[in-house]
């Protein structure tokens, strides 16, 4: 089956380490996503990827770093420059609808990543 | 830069009735893409509706559809004869043209027996 794939579920950390949150997708989508959501704060986009070897930064991209050496795969770390890092992180992707160009799809979203430091 | 606002952190509605969900955006782009979100209980993002920007007609799923006023830069989705499984955060997104996809910060809505 095609999709995205976040893992771990759940993740704990002592606070000054650096974590990685994986996600990969086998749907062939070139553009991927990580976002932090917090309470009442809805989506925050961290950095996004239109292609591969290739990122920008999104609105809180500070603290967060990513890599884009393969296509189905956008890892995220977390490093301890991240003040606040305990936060629920989605990771999506996203392809033009196979066949049509330029026509641009929605975007497909994982199951999340829970980070907790303690 | 793009903003998405959604001044309604929280909804509620009888079963079966209709409520409409407000969104407005900032923009210096003629030609994007907006998007309704829901994400129920569990966390997991669904797609409810798509809206071209280029389009005049607005878009309509079932149950759902949108008001796209372009010149107001208003997005807003109604659902219409609700049902309990609507309960969810809705958020409304917008993707510009190099595809940066930014989120609102959601409309909590819960619809009562």
């Known amino acids: 089956d095609g999709g995205i794939t976040q893992s771990p579920k759940y993740l704990f950390r002592k606070e000054g380490q650096n974590v990685t949150l994986s996600c990969e997708q086998n749907?062939?989508?070139?553009?991927m996503y990580w976002y932090r959501q917090d309470p009442g704060q809805g989506l925050r986009l961290i950095y996004y990827s239109q292609i591969v070897n290739d990122f920008q930064k999104g609105d809180i991209a500070e603290g967060y770093s990513v890599s884009r050496e393969k296509k189905e795969s956008f890892p995220l770390t977390v490093t301890s420059a991240q003040k606040n890092p305990t936060a629920f992180y989605l990771c999506?992707?996203?392809?033009?609808?196979?066949?049509?160009?330029?026509?641009?799809?929605?975007?497909?979203f994982g199951q999340g990543t829970r980070l907790t430091v303690v | 830069a793009q903003t998405v606002t959604q001044s309604q952190p929280e909804m509620s509605v009888q079963e079966a009735e209709t409520v409409t969900l407000s969104c407005t955006y900032d923009?210096?782009?003629?030609?994007?893409?907006l998007f309704w979100y829901k994400q129920p209980p569990s966390r997991q993002m669904i797609l409810v509706i798509r809206?071209?920007?280029?389009?005049?007609q607005n878009a309509t799923e079932n149950r759902f559809s949108v008001n796209f006023q372009k010149a107001a830069k208003s997005f807003s989705l109604k659902i219409s004869d609700s049902q309990l499984g609507d309960t969810a955060m809705y958020f409304c997104a917008f993707m510009n043209p190099n595809e940066k996809l930014t989120f609102g910060t959601g409309t909590r809505l819960t619809i009562i027996p």
């Open positions: 809206q071209e920007a280029y389009k005049q």
């Open positions: 923009t210096s782009e003629n030609n994007y893409y």
């Open positions: 749907l062939n989508h070139d553009a």
């Open positions: 999506a992707s996203r392809g033009d609808r196979e066949g049509i160009q330029n026509v641009n799809t929605e975007a497909f």
